[in-house]
Structures are given as C-alpha cells and as structure tokens.
C-alpha cells in the first residue's frame, strides 16, 4: 500500500492517538491537531519517523486556526489522503437546567459544527488529486437512538451521521468518499468516566485496527465493534413505546459544566 498523508482531529489521546498509531505503523505522514501540543508532541515521539508528522495546537473550534493548519500539512505533505474529524467532547445534560446549555452549545459546536470546519479546508484539494481519498466522522451509536440524560450528545451524534450522510451524496461525483464511523463502548480516558455497564467494551486499539479497515475499504457507514453495529439495528427497528420502556430508566452520563469540557 501507497504510504498515505492523513489529518486527525482530537489526536492526543484515546481514539485519535491510536488512529495515530495504526496510520503511523502503516508508513503514513500525518497531521495531528488537538488543543494539547506537549501531548501531541509525546506522541509523535512515540511513533515510528516522527520526523514526518507534525503537530497543530488548536481548538477545533477556532474555524480559522483549522484552515491555517490544514494549509500547512498540505504544504508539507504535498496533499491529503484522509481526514479524520475525530475531535469531540461528552457530557451529560439536562434541559430542564438552564445552566446546561452552554454545555449544549459547546458538545454542538465541539461534534458537529468542528467537524464540517474540518473536512472543509481539504475539499479542494482532495479533488484535485488522483490517489483514493476520504473524508471521516466519527458518530456513535448514541447517535442512532436518543439517550436519557445525554440530549446534547445524543443529537450531535446523530447530526454528525446525517451531516456525513449529505457530503457522502455531495462529493460522490469527485470521487471523494466519505465514511461515516459509529465507535460502541470504546476503552478510552472518556468512557472511563461512564458510571454504568458498557456491554462489548473494546481495546482501543482494536477499534483502530478495524477503523482503520473500514476507511481504506471506503465502506460508507460501520458501527465498530460488530457486536454493537447488531444491537444499532435492532435499536432502529424497535417501537417507541418499546425503546422507551427498555431505556427510560437507563443510567445517566455525569454532568459536568461547559468550562471544563
């Protein structure tokens, strides 16, 4: 395989730095953005010709400072393969609290808003070149139904899925694939918070390994593990009154203030 030039969001831990990982060991050039550069830079010292890779201190959130270090990994890499807007944040909330919407405002911003500030930067580039590329979101199978006390979550989950679900018909035609990636329960720093049983729990390594599968195979949509992509199915089919009934009293996600996520 063709080393590949590959950008990640949220790259200095959990799902984002095993990304990085696995791409590195490939051969691959990468461009790692998170908000951490002393994490970032740990990192790519950990990795294999670190030389190659760079790092890019930003909020995902800063649309400009997006652009400004997507141009730079264009420049230094002389194109981009695959970008991963994997950056995100998670927290419980409740509407009934007027102080959780700016905790709303934040997941929104940091999950859906980011990840199309990401993808945009490298559009045109990526339809200038020849080799396979792909555009990445990562949603969640919280996307795919509701969870009590975990509103905001829930639904920028679920915008990101249709969001990629649009750019997928978009950008179709110039041979841009975009490939939408619905993680379960994943060993992670953010799911070690959850109060509650994960069932299907996997090393996050793993998720990489198969994550890593999916986006070269250019499959449109896959919930990782296989295990929960089953039970995200039977979840679509089952009646309201149902799904209600079997999660109305599911545990709930810990709230936390918008200035600490």
Known sequence: ????????????????????????????????????????????????????????????????????????????????????????????????????????????????????????PFIATMRAQSTPTRLVGIGSVAGIRGLPGAEAYSASKAAVISYCESLRLELKPYGIRVVTICPGYIDTPMTRHNPYPMPFLMPVERFAAAAVRTIAAGNSYAVIPWQMGIVAKLLRLLPNALYDLAFGNAPHKPRRPANIL
């Open 1 to 120: 395989m063709t080393p590949q030039r590959v950008f990640i969001t949220g790259a200095s831990s959990g799902i984002g730095a095993a990304l990085a990982a696995r791409y590195a060991a490939d051969g691959a050039t990468l461009g790692l953005l998170a908000r951490r550069k002393d994490a970032l830079d740990q990192l790519i010292a950990t990795l294999p010709h670190p030389e190659r890779h760079r790092a890019y201190a930003a909020d995902v959130r800063d649309h400009a400072a997006i652009g400004a270090a997507a141009q730079a990994f264009i420049a230094h890499a002389g194109g981009c393969d695959v970008v991963i807007a994997n950056a995100g944040i998670s927290a419980g909330t409740l509407t009934e609290h007027a102080e959780d919407l700016a905790a709303f405002e934040a997941i929104i911003a940091t999950n859906v808003v980011a990840t199309a500030a990401t993808f945009a």
